[in-house]
């Protein structure tokens, strides 16, 4: 008997204790170890019929844990998954700028007041009153207009008169008419003038009878129905038209935005059904369709901005909010689907392993090529994509799930778990 380095005794035809990081594993004899390796080594043996076909008994491919899954047909959509946030539709925002420069004597409603636009039974919220000597002069424009079309109306009736009884000769006449007429086009064009200035007729009929001040009045109301979105103006202060007084939202839609990669951009179509998944509200997905995709790329992120809108009539979107995207860029019908374990990928090559007809009850699985597109395809990677999309949208599929454009058909069985060792026995034989 000898010691070895460890200084553990070992005697013939006895195999010495394993120590394998302080832990002593097990004592057996040489002779039990060689004749369990040969049992495992034909329990793991695979026979090889061709390059591309394995050969194993129901023991062997137990042993190995293989499973395999039938193939079938079923309607699941491809998405891509995208981040979004959200912003005020911009065809429903009025900015409100006063028409003639002025003093802002009066404000009314205070910022994320809700206010009225014209309707058929409601009167435009007032916004502000502003003091403007335009607006006075414009008036007395028009009062002068007014009073010279009355004159010229009455010299029109003297003149015909005096015509008529050969007093005046004919061409006196006709200049009364001509002055009328330029009158009168001066007067609409001093009402129209007043119009701009947001007067309507009543008011307008009424001007004769002001005094003072009142005259350099007048008031801006709301010209659409929303929210106050921004408020730059207070009493007192000088207003003009370059000055935005009030931005008016309607808030009961929202756009929604989201940013596509470049390479994904073949993917993406308007029209395409979405949903968005606020960060506020993650349980409450709201549908919208894509209905407008940007024609420029930006260039520091390579991405393409694309939009839609979604609906806002409980009022719990806000502008600017984040969330998660996710496209339907196909619908999927009759899609070949097995799980991401059951396809090998070799270089830029996908493969699975088919199980064919039993020979001698012995089963065969064939390496087979075929072409694979990802479930969810955005953010780059499948894993990543379904880690980042909310749970109740991908509930019905496994987490990593794979398409199959072309190699596979419904009814074959391949093998769902354990296909990266069968391709390994079909490299170790090729080597």
């Not at 921004?230 to 038209?241: F, H, L, M």
């Not at 020979?359 to 064939?366: A, S």
Request: glycine share 8%; proline share 4%.
């Amino acid at each position: 008997m000898t010691r070895n380095a460890l200084g553990i005794s070992v005697g013939t035809g006895l195999l010495c204790l394993a120590v394998v990081g302080g832990i002593l594993l097990s004592q057996r004899t040489t002779a039990s170890l060689a004749a369990d390796s040969s049992q495992d080594s034909q329990a793991d043996s695979y026979k090889f019929i061709k390059p591309d076909t394995l050969e194993s008994t129901a023991d062997t491919a137990k042993t190995a844990n293989l499973v395999t899954a039938v193939v079938e047909a079923r309607d699941l959509p491809v998405t891509l998954t995208l981040t979004g946030r959200t912003g005020l539709d911009m065809e429903q925002v009025t900015h409100v700028h006063a028409q003639f420069g002025g003093k802002v004597i009066e404000v009314k409603p205070e910022l994320g007041a809700v206010v009225q636009g014209p309707g058929a039974t409601t009167q435009p919220t007032v916004l502000c009153v502003i003091e403007s000597n335009d607006l006075a002069q414009a008036k007395a424009g028009y009062l002068q207009a007014k009073v010279q079309l009355k004159l010229d109306n009455d010299n029109l009736d003297r003149a015909a008169e005096l015509v008529k009884s050969t007093v005046l000769a004919e061409k006196f006449l006709l200049d009364a008419k001509s002055a009328v007429v330029k009158d009168a086009a001066l007067l609409e064009a001093a009402r129209q003038q007043l119009l701009v200035f947001g007067l309507h007729q009543p008011e307008i009929d009424q001007i004769e009878s002001e005094q003072g001040r009142q005259r350099m009045d007048y008031v801006i109301t709301s010209p659409r129905s929303g929210v106050i979105a921004e408020k730059g103006v207070s009493g007192g202060e000088i207003a003009d038209a370059t000055i935005n007084l009030f931005t008016i939202a309607d808030t009961s839609k929202m756009w929604v935005w989201g940013d596509v990669y470049e390479r994904d951009l073949k993917r993406i179509k308007v029209g395409e059904n979405s949903k968005v998944f606020l960060t506020s509200d993650p349980d409450n997905p709201r549908d919208f369709t894509i209905d407008w995709i940007s024609p420029e790329l930006d260039p520091n992120t390579h991405s393409i901005r694309v939009r839609g809108t979604i609906d806002n009539k409980d009022g719990r979107v806000l502008a600017d909010m984040y969330g998660t995207i996710i496209v339907t860029v196909d619908a999927g019908t009759n899609s070949i689907v097995v799980p991401a374990e059951a396809v090998v990928r070799s270089r830029s090559a996908a493969f699975v392993f088919v199980q064919v007809e039993p020979v001698g009850g012995k089963l065969r699985y064939r390496k087979t090529p075929v072409t694979v597109e990802a479930v969810d395809v955005g953010f780059g990677t499948t894993d990543t994509a379904v880690a980042a999309s909310p749970q109740q949208e991908l509930s019905d599929r496994p987490a990593a799930l794979l398409r199959i454009s072309s190699g596979l058909k419904p009814g074959d069985i391949v093998v769902s778990h354990g296909a990266l060792g069968l391709f390994s026995e079909l490299e170790q034989d090729a080597q």
